[in-house]
């Protein structure tokens, strides 16, 4: 069973990065349970080198509460591609759904 969080709010992706950034979040979701939900040719309208994928995953806690999207650029030679991190879309903090 998945829960939802009650309350839900819009964020900017500068907001969405910096609190990713600032508060452990990467080391934080290593131990999640990640689900792939998006992994697709990226677009060349995106600036991209060529065969680069974009890839997007689900984060679910110990509770299978959902606490992160994610998505990221990964080029043909294994790196993050863009600017090199991987980017939020929305994350559970203090039992608010922060998204974009």
């Not at 709010?9 to 500068?14: E, N, S, Y």
Request: charged share 20%; proline share 5%; aromatic share 12%.
């Amino acid at each position: 069973m998945i829960i939802t969080p009650s309350a839900r709010k819009r964020a900017t992706l500068a907001w969405l990065n910096q609190q990713f950034n600032d508060h452990g979040w990467e080391e934080r979701l290593t131990t999640c349970t990640k689900v792939e939900i998006h992994n697709s040719l990226t677009p060349p309208s995106h600036g991209q080198v060529e065969g680069t994928l974009t890839i997007g995953h689900d984060y679910y806690d110990a509770e299978n509460k959902h606490v992160a999207t994610i998505f990221y650029y990964l080029m043909p030679d294994g790196k993050l591609g863009a600017s090199g991190r991987k980017t939020p879309q929305a994350l559970l903090i203090d039992g608010v759904w922060y998204y974009r």
